[in-house]
């Protein structure tokens, strides 16, 4: 069973664009992730953020947590063709270490 | 820096026959998982070592076995192929279990 849903399940967006993904889960976490899928390839780790933390950046990518509303969303600004991929999330339940993945958002980026 | 490498990339079984899936990490990782991705189903863990000597099943564990050969090398198998195992197949390693996972490419089976 999935422990975090991503929403949308597709983003279709111009170049130059930011793009907005969500991602809700059911119970207490020690960590998210967000993985990135590129079409045929294996997923690619993007970002980690831990329970206690609320917001990380890397490049063009921000993700921010909210352990009260159970929710995480990952925004990438000033988006490129080349970010035309699927996003994954991943949360590991405390105690548990083992990250379970959601669905995935497939996003396009037309140039 | 191969990372983590998965044999063969595709294979096509028919039913009943068996398989074995290889997985190598060149990472010095502790943990390695094997999970199957479904069209619309995301990723779903079949089975994971934490460490060298250890295996415990995942979410779906029906239908298939795993060794743990060395820190190395995860493999798993399809001892009687079915065509509900037709999926990708993925190999992902870390060091810790609160540490990013690195995947492989992937191994496309086909089950007819």
């Known amino acids: 069973s999935q422990q975090g849903e991503e929403d949308p399940q597709a983003l279709s967006i111009q170049e130059g664009e930011n793009a907005t993904m969500n991602c809700s889960y059911k119970?207490?976490?020690?960590?998210l992730q967000w993985y990135r899928q590129n079409s045929g390839r294996g997923l690619v780790h993007l970002i980690l953020?831990?329970?206690?933390?609320r917001e990380k950046h890397s490049g063009r990518l921000r993700v921010t947590l909210d352990t009260s509303k159970k929710s995480s969303s990952l925004l990438i600004t000033a988006s490129r063709a080349a970010d035309t991929a699927s996003y994954f999330c991943?949360?590991?339940?405390?105690?548990?270490?083992?990250?379970?993945f959601g669905r995935g958002t497939s996003l396009i980026v037309h140039p | 820096n191969a990372g983590v490498t998965q044999t063969p990339k595709f294979q096509v079984l028919k039913t009943g026959q068996s398989m074995t899936l290889q997985c190598a990490q060149d990472?010095?990782?502790?943990?390695m998982y094997w999970y199957r991705q479904d069209p619309g189903m995301g990723l779903r863990l079949i089975y994971y070592?934490?460490?060298?000597?250890?295996?415990d099943k995942g979410e779906v564990p029906n239908g298939y076995n795993v060794s743990r050969l060395n820190k190395r090398e995860f493999s798993l198998r399809l001892e009687s192929a079915a065509p509900s195992q037709t999926s990708v197949y993925f190999c992902?390693?870390?060091?810790?279990?609160?540490?990013?996972?690195?995947f492989g490419d992937g191994t496309r089976l086909s089950i007819l």
């Open positions: 992902a390693s870390t060091s810790a279990g609160n540490q990013p996972q690195h």
């Open positions: 070592s934490a460490s060298e000597g250890t295996t």
């Open positions: 990472m010095n990782h502790n943990s």
């Open positions: 119970t207490s976490i020690n960590n």
């Open positions: 953020i831990r329970s206690n933390e």
């Open positions: 991943a949360t590991d339940a405390s105690g548990s270490y083992i990250p379970t």
